[in-house]
């Protein structure tokens, strides 16, 4: 793993969210985008050297509306940027993590993605990133 790419945060409003986040951070979002596998909108911040990903669901069944559901909004999850996905995912399992997925997704920000479930990870929230080459 290179570094932290982003962190994301479940909102229940993009809009009013992306207001506020741009009041902390002194800038708007610099890039928003629908990504219909995960059934999400998204928005995200640069901090820094660093990402801030808002996250709001779109349909009722998928994962950010059942995590606001039970635990409200807040960080979602911890991403971090991998050289190789497919290395990584295969190593990771190897070494006893459960994989949310056999295969990466596309995600948002150009990026291939792949989570570690929660269960064996401390209860954080893991997603592999890579971006598409």
Excluded: W
Aim: charged content about 30%; overall charge negative.
């Amino acid at each position: 793993m290179k570094k932290i790419e982003h962190i994301g945060i479940a909102v229940r409003d993009i809009e009013q969210s992306n207001a506020l986040f741009a009041k902390i951070f002194g800038e708007p979002a610099y890039k928003t985008e629908k990504v219909e596998s995960e059934n999400v909108s998204t928005s995200f911040f640069k901090v820094g050297e660093n990402k801030i990903e808002l996250l709001q669901a779109t349909n009722p069944d998928s994962a950010i509306a059942k995590f606001i559901e039970k635990k409200g909004e807040g960080i979602h999850h911890i991403a971090f940027d991998v050289e190789d996905i497919y290395g990584e995912m295969k190593r990771l399992k190897s070494e006893g993590f459960i994989l949310l997925s056999e295969e990466p997704k596309r995600g948002a920000d150009n990026k291939l993605i792949c989570f570690l479930h929660p269960k064996g990870t401390n209860g954080v929230l893991i997603e592999l990133c890579q971006e598409i080459r």
